[in-house]
């Protein structure tokens, strides 16, 4: 007997983001809707096609998103809030996208986007859902028939996906001047007809199986959370008894959500094998004989190779419990987080292309897996598994014996600056000469199109190193002299030099590799190429310190060094699995370590080491906060504590919700900090006003996300709204992150205003 394959979700771009340029031109005006849809049937063809070829049983549809399936629940269900103007019905194209990205003010309506935040602990953005007290909910679209449909057509019978009742609710939000103590759960009545009809829809065009995505149980959820999902499921089941329910979990245990799941009126549990390692056998146990288990063994979230040896013990073992007819075979998760193939990789080496697997080779690896349970696959499928597994543990491109040794040899003072941060000030106020609130950038400006061309000439050959370096210079000499001019008091070489803060760094770090078409969805029709870390990370030659010294040249004030911190290397690369992600961040820490001291070695006296993804980091429960915060802080501080105590350590993290970290930012221990702060003056406040932060910080005065220009007055505001919760000696002023995406034109004038409102800021007396 045969166990049967199932996947979760196929990305949704396309195998060369035929969505994003389809999407791009739809926007500007360029393409038809028309046009649009076509191209959204034709990946969504490819996808089912593929899938069957390969041998997928149970294959998902409604997976597909024109922008993001968060949003294409909002729409399903119309929880559509009403400054878009929708009138019932089903919501158009127009209004779609209007949720996703706001309509422009030249409509008679404008309208804010929804809110978009991160799809539990992936880089993946959905579309936050707006509810109100009052809210009522109507289908209003037909997209997942449609969908389901579709493949029918082309004699491919899917199972449709759906985000759950309970996840749909808990990820949305109650906008705060109506949500006093209301509780989005008392929406589900409302909210589960919807659901009903919708899974009646589909039980009446032949659907036999339907998958309830519910990822919030990957979170530890309250009683009454327990009760909603109980009596969710139970009215599902009533409403269309023909239909087979699979409930998807995914990202982590369930934890002390299991009893309840296991209760669930549902055909089938989904579980991610690769993130709750030590809760199988307690499912396998509890396991009702109601229900199948689809079993997530192949990552999902990253890009390796699976082991199949150990797979097969864990399977077996699930076979042995619940009989092959109870058994499904899976990736942990959607396959959205990893790239479409490795087909369209031909600058890859072979021996790294070995050890990796994108989504559609994983989809083999799941019906290779089943082949093999079952015994029907030829033997060489695991001999030359267990050779590739082999060839990665052992080679010696992944293991580099000099970078182990200095991992061994980390000591505790490492760790540390030689002197706590009172003594650092004075030498530094010495060393800097810097005047009350300091003025300074977050590090990049921007980055135009001349720019651009210039780095792709050079890529492609058509300018030479030289050429391109004479370019770099002048750009620098351009920006440290505005700088003066604006009157800044701590500069910056203007980062022109990079694409990107990670893939700037890993390109010149031993360790990493960079595909060529390795794009994830991040949001809607942006997509990110992360960098795939495979070995032991180490630098062979400085990666900074040439532009950093041309900048300071060229000025007596201080430029700042800027480095991307460990933490952010790690979030924003696929990380090798082979060890744990706190030892590769301790490798990166040391890689940065040594750039560090080499800055300091070449008279820079600023350093900055940028973690904006250090939140981001974040485990999903709090429980295991402590052990990531206390590896991550380690982290950063080794690579930041190699220096004299002179020299000044800046950070910088693109958020001030950090409430709830506030001691781990503190035990950074870094010299300054800047934050994003604008725009959040409020929670900004409310941190600061309960603790004291030990050392300086400059919440920044002007937010960068908006072309708008602040004026003087308005930073003024922002300063003195500050120092109500932060000494003055301790007060930086900066913008809320780095200029690249901004325009000279907005650039110039408002870094004047800022400078303008230090100088009146420092007048005040308060
Ligand atoms: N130094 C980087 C810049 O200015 C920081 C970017 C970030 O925090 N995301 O662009
Ligand atoms: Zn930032």
Sequence with gaps: MKCLTHNLGFPRIGPHRELKKALEGFWSGKLTEATLRAAAKTIREQNWRLQKNTGIDLIPS?????????????????????????????????????????????????????????????????????????????????????????AKALGIETVPVLLGPISFLLLGKVPTKNSQGFDRLSLLPALLPVYETVLCRLESFGARWVQFDEPMLALDLDSTEHTALQSAYTRLRLAAPAVKLLLATYFGELGKNLPTTLRLPVNALHIDAVRAPRELAEVLEALPHSMALSFGVVDGRNVWRNDFTGSLKLLESAREKLGAERLMISPSCSLLHVPVSLKHETKLDAELKNWLAFAEEKLTEVVTLARLLEGAASPDALAQNRALVRSRRESSRAHDPAVKRRCEKIAAGDFQRASPYPARRRLQEAALRLPSLPTTTIGSFPQTENLRAARARFRKAQSTRAEYERFLEDEIRRCVQLQEEIGLDVLVHGEFERNDMVEYFGGQMNGFAFTENGWVQSYGSRCVKPPVIFGDVSRPRPMTVRWAKFAQSLTDKPVKGM?????????????????????????????????????????????????????????????????????????????????KDETQIHTHMCYCEFNDIIDSIAALDADVISIEASRSRMELLRTFAAFRYPNEIGPGVWDIHSPRVPNVDEMVQLIRAALKVIPRERLWVNPDCGLKTRRWEEVVPALKNLVAAAQSARKLNS
């Excluded at 996703?100 to 959905?126: I, Q, V």
């Excluded at 429960?621 to 930041?640: G, I, M, N, Q, T």
Aim: with cysteine.
């Design 62 to 150: 409604n997976d597909f998103s024109l922008y993001d399936h968060v949003l294409d629940t909002c729409t399903l269900v119309g929880a559509v809030p009403g400054r878009f103007g929708w009138r019932g019905g089903n919501v158009d194209l127009a209004t779609y996208f209007a949720m996703a990205r706001g309509a422009a003010s030249s409509t008679d309506s404008a309208a804010a986007p929804l809110e978009m935040t991160k799809w539990l602990d992936t880089n993946y953005h959905y579309l936050v859902p707006e509810f109100h007290p009052q809210q009522t909910f109507h289908l209003a679209s037909t997209k997942p028939f449609d969908e389901f449909n579709e």
């Design 563 to 643: 480095l991307t911190g460990p933490i952010t290397m790690l979030q924003w690369s696929f990380v090798r699995d082979d060890q744990p992600r706190s030892e590769t961040a301790r490798q990166l820490a040391l890689a940065i370590r040594e750039e560090v001291a080499d800055l300091e070695a070449a008279g820079i006296r600023i350093v900055q080491i940028d973690e904006p993804a250090l939140r981001e980091g974040l485990p999903l429960r709090k429980a295991d906060w402590p052990d990531y915060l206390k590896w991550s802080v380690e982290a950063f501080r080794l690579a930041a504590s190699g220096v």
